[in-house]
């Protein structure tokens, strides 16, 4: 036993040199990469500052940010389990990393450890052809006529929470209410009921609701994919949800085999898919009803979360602008009024411009999901004295972009958006919140409609006041931005009743 004991003490001082050479060589990867960039100047072995972005991601975002500015670059340089990562301020260095989206330069990832939430085969992850023509499938989901039966759905959705919402202990007598939760619930119903709307039973949304929770969990979380830690349950989680809207595809596909009119996005989809596969002979363009469920997860984890920090952020905004919110409740009643039990139909909320104008706005000055994380796939020399290592995980900052081109970025102005001023086309090039190139957002008018249809319910519907406590309007990372006090607010009825619809 000494004999053995002794032989272990004398590797000791082998090993401890063998681990300091090894993490020597990571620090002087690290540095390789970093070059000239601002960032640390060194990093704790393998995990990076993965600590401080777990614990504050708010606070190393904007020191990443700060770094990207003290430059005339205009990017910054970390490094996180494992991983060196860059950071992008620059506007148009942003355009360049997503007008490079191809197996020989950028891979758009949604999440850093995306690839393990989400699997191989995903939009997300798709190139030329076969993303193009997966996107051309998904238009008609889309189109006016789909919008419209969307919009119903979502109207009778928010009626039915904000009712619910005005019923709880929370109001001047009681104490405010934090909407955050409320909004995410009331957005996971939209999103279940206008994805596979009657294809979900009452149990079915029950483990939906939780293992949604699983998943935005984990998203937040170290990607340690084991069993009792929050990744592995969120992972576990996505194959769950992807399983219940796959069984949605199939019943959708028997219901329009039928010749039923559609009645959520799924139907849409499943009527163009049988209408192609009756017209094409040679080589149809076939999905499996799991793949097709995971697209719809795409949907859901695109708009759920943003959807509610663009709520949330409206409300807010709203609150502090009082003269913002009598013009859209000027407007809105122009064109609705609540006692008549009508809904807001497609041709009414594509007159509300002024609403139209505050939902962009919120959306510019607030972009819910801030960065939009890439892979390099190989050296991409990103500019004349910079080559992107291949590996690296890159971050264009579109809440950054936000607050650049325009004028007076810093206030809320919503008739920046207006006719008279255009900022929308004069600097298109800095409204990013809904991504650029190849992979932008196809579901904005479909978000922007239930930011608007809101906005207009919220505000005609219900008198509210902010819960002020210093530092509420702070950022928080939820995995989308929030404010930090989950926007508190006493809240009332305003219409002499809610609409019956």
Same mark, same amino acid.
């Given at each position: 036993?000494?004999?053995?004991?002794?032989?272990?003490?004398?590797?000791?001082?082998?090993?401890?040199?063998?681990?300091?050479?090894?993490?020597?060589?990571?620090?002087?990867?690290?540095?390789?990469?970093?070059?000239?960039?601002?960032?640390?100047?060194?990093?704790?072995?393998?995990?990076?500052?993965?600590?401080?972005?777990?614990?504050?991601?708010?606070?190393?975002?904007?020191?990443?940010?700060?770094?990207?500015?003290?430059?005339?670059?205009?990017?910054?340089?970390?490094?996180?389990?494992?991983?060196?990562?860059?950071?992008?301020?620059?506007?148009?260095?942003?355009?360049?990393?997503?007008?490079?989206?191809?197996?020989?330069?950028?891979?758009?990832?949604?999440?850093?450890?995306?690839?393990?939430?989400?699997?191989?085969?995903?939009?997300?992850?798709?190139?030329?052809?076969?993303?193009?023509?997966?996107?051309?499938?998904?238009?008609?989901?889309?189109?006016?006529?789909?919008?419209?039966?969307?919009?119903?759905?979502?109207?009778?959705?928010?009626?039915?929470?904000?009712?619910?919402?005005?019923?709880?202990?929370?109001?001047?007598?009681?104490?405010?209410?934090?909407?955050?939760?409320?909004?995410?619930?009331?957005?996971?119903?939209?999103?279940?009921?206008?994805?596979?709307?009657?294809?979900?039973?009452?149990?079915?949304?029950?483990?939906?609701?939780?293992?949604?929770?699983?998943?935005?969990?984990?998203?937040?979380?170290?990607? &340690?994919?084991?069993?009792?830690?929050?990744?592995?349950?969120?992972?576990?989680?996505?194959?769950?949800?992807?399983?219940?809207?796959?069984?949605?595809?199939?019943?959708?596909?028997?219901?329009?085999?039928?010749?039923?009119?559609?009645?959520?996005?799924?139907?849409?989809?499943?009527?163009?898919?049988?209408?192609?596969?009756?017209?094409?002979?040679?080589?149809?363009?076939?999905?499996?009803?799991?793949?097709?469920?995971?697209?719809?997860?795409?949907?859901?984890?695109?708009?759920?979360?943003?959807?509610?920090?663009?709520?949330?952020?409206?409300?807010?905004?709203?609150?502090?602008?009082?003269?913002?919110?009598?013009?859209?409740?000027?407007?809105?009643?122009?064109?609705?009024?609540?006692?008549?039990?009508?809904?807001?139909?497609?041709?009414?909320?594509?007159?509300?411009?002024?609403?139209?104008?505050?939902?962009?706005?919120?959306?510019? &000055?607030?972009?819910?999901?801030?960065?939009?994380?890439?892979?390099?796939?190989?050296?991409?020399?990103?500019?004349?004295?910079?080559? &992107?290592?291949?590996?690296?995980?890159?971050?264009?900052?579109?809440?950054?972009?936000?607050?650049?081109?325009?004028?007076?970025?810093?206030?809320?102005?919503?008739?920046?958006?207006?006719?008279?001023?255009?900022?929308?086309?004069?600097?298109?090039?800095?409204?990013?919140?809904?991504?650029?190139?190849?992979?932008?957002?196809?579901?904005?008018?479909?978000?922007?409609?239930?930011?608007?249809?809101?906005?207009?319910?919220?505000?005609?519907?219900?008198?509210?006041?902010?819960?002020?406590?210093?530092?509420?309007?702070?950022?928080?990372?939820?995995?989308?931005?929030?404010?930090?006090?989950?926007?508190?607010?006493?809240?009332?009825?305003?219409?002499?009743?809610?609409?019956?619809?």
């Amino acid at each position: 036993m000494e004999s053995v004991w002794g032989l272990i003490s004398q590797c000791i001082p082998y090993l401890v040199s063998f681990l300091a050479l090894i993490l020597l060589l990571e620090q002087i990867s690290y540095l390789k990469k970093k070059r000239f960039l601002p960032g640390p100047k060194l990093v704790f072995p393998f995990i990076g500052n993965a600590i401080s972005l777990v614990k504050n991601p708010t606070k190393f975002w904007d020191m990443q940010s700060s770094y990207a500015k003290s430059t005339p670059l205009g990017v910054s340089a970390n490094y996180i389990i494992g991983r060196y990562i860059l950071y992008i301020y620059s506007t148009d260095l942003s355009h360049k990393i997503f007008a490079n989206v191809r197996p020989d330069a950028f891979h758009l990832v949604g999440h850093p450890f995306g690839k393990k939430l989400f699997g191989e085969h995903n939009l997300i992850y798709m190139f030329g052809k076969e993303h193009k023509d997966l996107r051309s499938r998904i238009a008609p989901n889309f189109t006016p006529r789909a919008l419209q039966t969307y919009t119903n759905m979502q109207q009778r959705i928010i009626l039915e929470h904000l009712k619910s919402w005005c019923r709880k202990p929370g109001n001047e007598s009681f104490g405010s209410i934090p909407l955050r939760i409320l909004c995410r619930d009331m957005n996971l119903e939209t999103s279940q009921t206008v994805f596979v709307g009657p294809y979900i039973s009452a149990a079915a949304r029950e483990r939906f609701n939780i293992d949604y929770n699983f998943f935005n969990v984990g998203l937040m979380k170290l990607p &340690i994919d084991l069993p009792g830690f929050a990744f592995r349950n969120a992972r576990l989680a996505v194959e769950r949800l992807v399983e219940t809207l796959a069984g949605c595809v199939e019943e959708s596909e028997k219901k329009m085999k039928n010749g039923e009119e559609p009645s959520c996005l799924i139907d849409f989809w499943m009527q163009e898919h049988l209408r192609e596969l009756s017209e094409t002979s040679n080589n149809p363009f076939e999905l499996t009803y799991k793949e097709i469920g995971g697209h719809l997860f795409d949907f859901l984890f695109a708009s759920q979360d943003a959807s509610t920090s663009s709520l949330l952020w409206a409300v807010a905004f709203l609150d502090s602008h009082p003269e913002v919110l009598e013009r859209v409740r000027k407007e809105v009643t122009k064109y609705w009024v609540p006692e008549s039990d009508a809904v807001i139909t497609a041709e009414q909320l594509r007159e509300m411009k002024y609403t139209e104008a505050v939902a962009r706005e919120v959306v510019r &000055i607030r972009a819910p999901a801030t960065m939009v994380p890439h892979i390099a796939g190989v050296d991409f020399r990103l500019t004349e004295n910079y080559v &992107i290592p291949k590996g690296t995980t890159v971050f264009p900052s579109v809440f950054d972009s936000s607050f650049q081109g325009f004028t007076e970025p810093d206030r809320f102005d919503p008739d920046r958006f207006m006719e008279e001023r255009q900022e929308d086309r004069v600097y298109k090039k800095y409204f990013l919140a809904f991504g650029a190139g190849p992979h932008q957002c196809v579901g904005q008018r479909y978000a922007i409609n239930h930011l608007m249809l809101f906005i207009a319910m919220f505000a005609t519907l219900i008198n509210f006041k902010r819960d002020k406590t210093d530092g509420c309007d702070e950022i928080a990372y939820v995995p989308t931005i929030v404010p930090k006090d989950d926007c508190r607010i006493f809240l009332s009825q305003r219409c002499s009743r809610f609409p019956s619809f």
